[in-house]
C-alpha cells in the first residue's frame, strides 16, 4: 500500500512539472517573439533588446534545470503520465 501511494504522489509531482514546464514554456515564447520584434525595429534602443536577450537566456537556463528536475522524476516514476492540456 505504501509503494502504491508514494507512487501516486510522485506521478501527482511529475503531473505538476509538467504542467509547469508547459506554463513556462508559453510565457518564454511571448519573451522571446517579443525579442524578435525588438531585434527587427531600428527604433527600438539597444538597451531594451539586450534587457530582452537577457531575460530569454535566464528564462532558458531555468527552463533547463526544470527539464533535468523533470526527468529525474520522471526516470524514479518509470513513465510519463497523461496530462491534460
Do not use: C, W
Not at 501527482?12 to 525595429?41: G, H, P, T, W
Not at 530569454?56 to 533535468?68: G, P, V
Amino acid at each position: 500500500m505504501k509503494v502504491l501511494i508514494e507512487k501516486r504522489a510522485l506521478e501527482e509531482a511529475a503531473i505538476a512539472a509538467i504542467q509547469s514546464q508547459r506554463r513556462q514554456m508559453a510565457a518564454d515564447e511571448v519573451v522571446y517573439e517579443e525579442l524578435l520584434r525588438a531585434q527587427n525595429d531600428p527604433s527600438m534602443p539597444a538597451s531594451i533588446s539586450a534587457q530582452l536577450r537577457d531575460e530569454y537566456s535566464a528564462r532558458q537556463t531555468k527552463l533547463a534545470e526544470q527539464q533535468a528536475i523533470l526527468a529525474e522524476t520522471l526516470d524514479a516514476l518509470g513513465y510519463v503520465p497523461i496530462v491534460p492540456v
